[in-house]
């Protein structure tokens, strides 16, 4: 019984994992298109001397949205690392126990 509570509890944090990482990548899309739009901006004023795109509003939104957007990818990046480390410990523990069992067995044949 203790086998299957812990492969349950294996699956629940492998989803969970995965979860994250399908909001991880998005988020990286969503940086990737930050990214290009303040490019896209800094060319629109490459040739105009008179004024700065840094000051553009525009500009400061999707840097803005940058820096948020990295700041929750650094936060799922830590969960994941959390749930990596939580999988572990269960496969060792379960290797633990199955070895622990398969020597109970064989003591007890």
């Known amino acids: 019984m203790a086998f299957l509570a812990l492969a349950s509890q294996k699956s629940l944090l492998t989803l969970q994992k995965n979860f994250l990482q399908f909001q991880y990548t998005s988020i990286q899309n969503q940086i990737q298109y930050a990214t290009s739009q303040m490019t ?4 629109e004023y490459a040739g105009d001397t008179g004024s700065d795109y840094t000051e553009d509003a525009d ?3 999707y840097q803005d949205l940058d820096d948020q957007l990295e ?3 650094d936060s799922l990046d830590s969960q994941l690392t959390a749930i990596e480390n ?23 044949s």
């Open 40 to 43: 896209a901006i800094e060319r």
């Open 71 to 73: 700041t929750e990818k």
């Open 86 to 108: 939580e999988i572990s410990s269960l496969k060792t523990m379960v290797n633990n126990n199955i070895k622990t069992s398969c020597t109970l067995n064989l003591v007890n």
């Open 59 to 61: 500009y400061i939104y």
